[in-house]
């Protein structure tokens, strides 16, 4: 298939386009990988230039309590063991009364950044004006209980630029349409004043307050029935010193901090939230001090582990693709339509979960022998295994440690052989 310049493929139907897209995907894969007419419709509607949907496998983590009630968690993502350590922290967590979590309000900035300005100008930027102008626009907003809560204005030495910066309570929302509108409704006010030229109106996604937190403490007892031949004593010590080791080793804060994404971005996306400003703004958080470090912190404390993780966690219940996604509204609906608040709370249990399960992992038995019981199953299902089959063979081929295609496709002949008698 020759790809089209780039003129004639924008001309093409978006049926066109589908069918173009759709002769990359192998036969025996069409069902799987390309849109139904309604999944079409709305991957349509959700982006521009929509070809299909990107299947990405769905589960549900049970086991979480999180502030005194049962949580079932939906998680979307490629990668097997996630969904499976993120129940099994929660479960053993749960053992100790489970999290803990609270969340600060949702509050968003945007900036307008004005340059051929002077710093000067800043004393002529009249926030009750803003205020005035901004009304109209955060009307909606307020009704819900939301709106502006701040201005702040100051200079930029090393690019002279001026910087305004709008706090604003988006309530439920991600609410980066309505604080970049919120922007550029006080651009021209501000460049009359200033004397000077927009470069630029963004929402930062730092969001830096709108934090969200989640604890737990896990006596010795409680922990000890899951530390294979260590002590609990000994794997709470080991653990607080893979935390520290994070913090420490920037090498090691990448990783560590990925695998606390790992069940948060799998939340965000299973609610269709924005995956790549949830990593961003906590990478950065856990970059504040100027060096990567930990977003979780664990401590030995009377008789037991305890474990906290806060980060900036900008989640949104309505607004985007949140609303039109059934997937999404589905996963809300299990989730027990939480606000946003509520829902990154939530996050946050998860990200702990996430973090503690793969700690606990590392410093006693190792990730790998879990991993690789998943890898065996994916061969089995290279080899052609479906459903029970393929859990059947791979857990053969861990036991033999032996992951060919080769041995997965004779085990596969026998099993069949067998159940045909
Ligand atoms: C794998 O996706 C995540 C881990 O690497 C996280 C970690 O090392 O802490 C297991």
Same mark, same amino acid.
């Given at each position: 298939?020759?790809?089209?310049?780039?003129?004639?493929?924008?001309?093409?139907?978006? *049926?066109?386009?589908?069918?173009?897209?759709? @002769?990359?995907?192998?036969?025996?894969?069409?069902?799987?990988?390309?849109?139904?007419?309604?999944?079409?419709?709305?991957?349509?509607?959700?982006?521009?230039?929509?070809?299909?949907?990107?299947?990405?496998? *769905?589960?549900?983590?049970?086991?979480?309590?999180?502030?005194?009630?049962?949580?079932?968690?939906?998680?979307?993502?490629?990668?097997?063991?996630?969904?499976?350590?993120?129940?099994?922290?929660?479960?053993?967590?749960?053992?100790?009364?489970?999290?803990?979590?609270?969340?600060?309000?949702?509050?968003?900035?945007?900036?307008?950044?004005?340059?051929?300005?002077?710093?000067?100008?800043?004393?002529?930027?009249?926030?009750?004006?803003?205020? +005035?102008?901004?009304?109209?626009?955060?009307?909606? *907003?307020?009704?819900?209980?939301?709106?502006?809560?701040?201005?702040?204005?100051?200079?930029?030495?090393?690019?002279?630029?001026?910087?305004?910066?709008?706090?604003?309570?988006?309530?439920?929302?991600?609410?980066?349409?309505?604080?970049?509108?919120?922007?550029?409704?006080?651009?021209?006010?501000?460049?009359?004043?200033?004397?000077?030229?927009?470069?630029?109106?963004?929402?930062?996604?730092?969001?830096?307050?709108?934090?969200?937190?989640?604890?737990?403490?896990?006596?010795?007892?409680?922990?000890?029935?899951?530390?294979?031949?260590?002590?609990?004593?000994?794997?709470?010590?080991?653990?607080?010193?893979?935390?520290?080791?994070?913090?420490?080793?920037?090498?090691?804060?990448?990783?560590?901090?990925?695998?606390?994404? +790992?069940?948060?971005?799998?939340?965000?996306?299973?609610?269709?939230?924005?995956?790549?400003?949830?990593?961003?703004?906590?990478?950065?958080? @856990?970059?504040?001090?100027?060096?990567?470090?930990?977003?979780?912190?664990?401590?030995?404390?009377?008789?037991?582990?305890?474990?906290?993780?806060?980060?900036?966690?900008?989640?949104?219940?309505?607004?985007?693709?949140?609303?039109?996604?059934?997937?999404?509204?589905?996963?809300?609906?299990?989730?027990?339509?939480?606000?946003?608040?509520?829902?990154?709370?939530?996050?946050?249990?998860?990200?702990?979960?996430?973090?503690?399960?793969?700690?606990?992992?590392?410093?006693?038995?190792?990730?790998?022998?879990?991993?690789?019981?998943?890898?065996?199953?994916?061969?089995?299902?290279?080899?052609?295994?479906?459903?029970?089959?393929?859990?059947?063979?791979?857990?053969?081929?861990?036991?033999?440690?032996?992951?060919?295609?080769?041995?997965?496709?004779?085990?596969?002949?026998?099993?069949?052989?067998?159940?045909?008698?």
């Amino acid at each position: 298939m020759n790809i089209p310049a780039s003129s004639t493929f924008r001309k093409l139907t978006p *049926l066109e386009k589908k069918a173009f897209w759709e @002769s990359f995907i192998d036969k025996t894969g069409l069902s799987v990988a390309s849109a139904s007419q309604e999944q079409f419709n709305l991957a349509d509607i959700l982006v521009e230039q929509a070809v299909g949907i990107c299947v990405v496998p *769905l589960g549900l983590a049970s086991g979480f309590l999180i502030d005194g009630k049962a949580y079932i968690i939906p998680l979307a993502v490629e990668e097997p063991s996630v969904i499976a350590a993120a129940g099994y922290g929660a479960h053993i967590i749960a053992q100790g009364g489970g999290f803990t979590t609270r969340a600060e309000a949702s509050i968003a900035e945007s900036y307008i950044y004005i340059e051929q300005s002077d710093i000067s100008a800043l004393e002529h930027i009249d926030t009750a004006k803003l205020r +005035n102008l901004l009304a109209p626009v955060l009307a909606r *907003l307020e009704n819900r209980g939301g709106g502006l809560r701040d201005i702040k204005t100051y200079w930029l030495h090393e690019t002279k630029l001026i910087a305004v910066e709008l706090a604003i309570d988006v309530c439920d929302a991600m609410g980066a349409n309505i604080v970049n509108t919120a922007a550029e409704t006080v651009k021209p006010y501000l460049e009359s004043v200033t004397k000077g030229k927009a470069l630029m109106c963004i929402l930062s996604n730092a969001s830096t307050n709108r934090k969200a937190q989640a604890e737990f403490f896990l006596p010795f007892e409680k922990l000890a029935p899951f530390c294979k031949g260590f002590s609990a004593e000994d794997t709470a010590r080991r653990i607080v010193l893979a935390t520290q080791l994070a913090n420490e080793d920037p090498n090691r804060a990448v990783t560590h901090n990925k695998g606390i994404m +790992n069940g948060i971005a799998a939340l965000a996306l299973a609610t269709m939230n924005d995956t790549r400003a949830i990593e961003a703004q906590a990478h950065a958080w @856990s970059a504040r001090n100027g060096k990567l470090e930990s977003l979780s912190d664990f401590s030995v404390q009377a008789g037991g582990l305890y474990g906290k993780l806060e980060l900036p966690l900008a989640c949104g219940t309505v607004g985007g693709s949140i609303d039109l996604h059934p997937g999404a509204q589905a996963a809300l609906k299990l989730l027990g339509n939480p606000d946003s608040r509520q829902l990154a709370r939530i996050a946050a249990a998860v990200g702990l979960a996430q973090n503690f399960a793969a700690l606990l992992a590392l410093v006693t038995t190792g990730i790998q022998s879990g991993h690789m019981k998943y890898h065996a199953a994916r061969i089995a299902y290279k080899a052609g295994a479906r459903g029970e089959e393929a859990r059947t063979i791979g857990a053969q081929l861990a036991l033999e440690k032996n992951y060919s295609l080769e041995r997965a496709q004779e085990l596969l002949c026998k099993l069949r052989e067998n159940l045909n008698g």
